[in-house]
């Protein structure tokens, strides 16, 4: 048996990188996909075509996670069509600004809190109240990243969001163990996907910017998703509260030689 065979899984920003990865690991394991995109809609459909080549079901929908009430229309209509959700992957976010706090304007710094932490809070929020209605039991799997613990200079805005991602998901964990609804942070390094774009078409560039991950390398999207396919499945029953940093070692690299 697959092992995700009969779960209904939410993963925001599935149009691209790691979302799309993710989708297309969990229907590989059995499980129908909801497509969330917020701009992208080819790339979102090109991952639903992924989903039904692998005998799953997938829909497409269209959200913006930093506004709430399009978050509650989209899980009015996926439960509408599914019935349930067993899973949600916050995965949808914003790249940091690359300006110092002195020069940054008010609506640069909520833009990328409200994407990356407000969106991870009303999905979450939505989500639970579903789960505790079904009567408990369920997956949150917030994507976060090595910045929710590791600070960057010029990124206040994204290193303060995936910090609060880091303690919500905390205490959503202890909120919700006695109810069976486990959640967890998967915290990647330097992946290669959209986000990285520069890296991905430029190798020497990309060299460069591994020389400080102990692997030498930057990581692939299904790396992230075969992860996520195990924080969703019932082999992870026992895990909660915790983030998996996924990036080559590079959080332990730094101060090395300091």
């Not at 995965?91 to 932490?117: C, H, Q």
């Not at 505790?132 to 994507?143: A, D, F, P």
Request: aromatic share 6%; proline share 2%; with cysteine.
């Amino acid at each position: 048996m697959k092992k995700l065979e009969g779960k209904v899984a939410f993963i925001t920003g599935a149009d691209s990188g790691i979302g799309k990865a993710t989708a297309i690991e969990f229907a590989r394991e059995g499980a129908n996909i909801i497509v969330c995109y917020r701009s992208d809609e080819k790339g979102a459909r090109e991952t639903q075509a992924k989903v039904d080549e692998l005998g799953q079901k997938g829909i497409v929908v269209q959200i913006d996670v930093s506004d709430e009430r399009q978050v509650e229309e989209a899980f009015d209509e996926v439960l509408k069509a599914f019935g349930s959700i067993d899973i949600l992957v916050n995965n949808a976010g914003v790249n940091g600004s690359g300006i110092p706090v002195a020069d940054m304007d008010t609506s640069v710094f909520d833009k990328t809190i409200r994407t990356n932490l407000y969106g991870t809070f009303f999905c979450a929020r939505r989500f639970i109240q579903h789960r505790q209605e079904k009567g408990g039991k369920g997956k949150i799997i917030n994507v976060s990243s090595v910045h929710e613990e590791i600070v960057q200079r010029g990124n206040a805005d994204y290193n303060a969001s995936k910090a609060g991602i880091r303690n919500l998901m905390r205490t959503l964990s202890l909120e919700l163990a006695e109810q069976g609804i486990n959640v967890n942070n998967i915290a990647p390094g330097m992946i290669l996907t959209p986000m990285n774009q520069e890296a991905m078409d430029n190798k020497e560039l990309r060299d460069q910017q591994t020389q400080n991950i102990p692997m030498k390398r930057a990581g692939e999207p299904e790396e992230i998703g075969r992860l996520a396919v195990f924080l969703a499945s019932s082999d992870s029953d026992y895990v909660t509260g915790s983030t998996y940093f996924m990036d080559g070692g590079l959080s332990l690299n730094i101060g090395q030689g300091a």
